[in-house]
């Protein structure tokens, strides 16, 4: 198939769920109480966006988001380098972290809570221990998919450390890099997105947790929503830089 016939496909199957969203609960197939329609959640969205406390707990939440991804990102990438560098630390360190990676994360939150306390410490904190393996792991697994004989060739022809680093690993990586990058934010959203509902004063994720406690449905699946839109933005912005950076795979 080509592109463009992937894409209609994609399309024709958002419109088949979207308009099954609509329909079912308006003739009552599906409980209009548990899965309101999706002309009602769009309308309630709308309202929402327009509140300054929604306003207030999304820009709460980017902060905690932004600030979790600046720490883990580089503490990671340079973690996962000495580890692809050094076989020593590879041997020593790579089972551990597939052991920890494989640990769902929702179960240490608690001691985030009573080592930080309710707070932006805690849900940054949390969003850093979500995010920092995958970024280890993803940067052990770019710096291991560099070349031997590229590096040969750099070296033989008397390339510097820095030469090497911006010439060679960085093309060589670049690709894995921005993949990584898309997935941990995800990672990071999703953690600090929880640290949020299981205990905060603020954040879209309170608000999220405290809408579904008062089964408002309506402003639930309107903040899932948001949260999907945001999250798919982000996601496709870096996917296309990804595909303007896919001929260094080669």
């Not at 409980?31 to 966006?49: K, R, Y």
């Not at 996962?80 to 052991?99: D, H, T």
């Not at 060739?153 to 510097?160: D, F, L």
């Amino acid at each position: 198939m080509t592109r463009a016939q992937i894409i209609l496909v994609r399309l024709a199957l958002l419109a088949l769920v979207l308009g099954a969203w609509e329909v079912l609960p308006r003739t009552g197939t599906i409980n209009p109480l548990l899965l309101p329609p999706l002309s009602d959640v769009l309308a309630t969205l709308a309202n929402l966006i327009g509140r300054s406390s929604v306003q207030e707990a999304v820009a709460v939440t980017a902060m905690e988001v932004v600030v979790a991804f600046i720490i883990a990102v580089p503490l990671g990438a340079a973690a996962g380098i000495l580890i692809a560098e050094s076989e020593y630390l590879g041997q020593v360190f790579k089972p551990m972290l597939f052991y920890v990676f494989s640990i769902p994360k929702s179960i240490f939150l608690p001691m985030f809570i009573l080592v930080f306390g309710v707070g932006f410490s805690q849900k940054v904190g949390f969003g850093f221990f979500s995010t920092i393996f995958i970024v280890i792991m993803s940067t052990t697994t770019a710096v291991e998919s560099v070349k031997v004989e590229h590096l040969t060739v750099a070296r033989s022809y008397g390339a510097t450390p820095v030469q090497t680093a911006f010439r060679v690993y960085l093309p060589s990586m670049l690709p894995v890099l921005l993949e990584a990058l898309r997935i941990s934010m995800i990672f990071n959203l999703t953690g600090v997105i929880l640290a949020e509902m299981y205990a905060s004063r603020d954040g879209i994720g309170h608000q999220i947790a405290t809408w579904g406690e008062n089964f408002q449905m309506k402003q639930l699946l309107a903040g899932v929503v948001m949260i999907a839109v945001i999250a798919i933005t982000f996601n496709e912005l870096v996917r296309w830089v990804e595909t303007r950076c896919s001929h260094w795979r080669t």
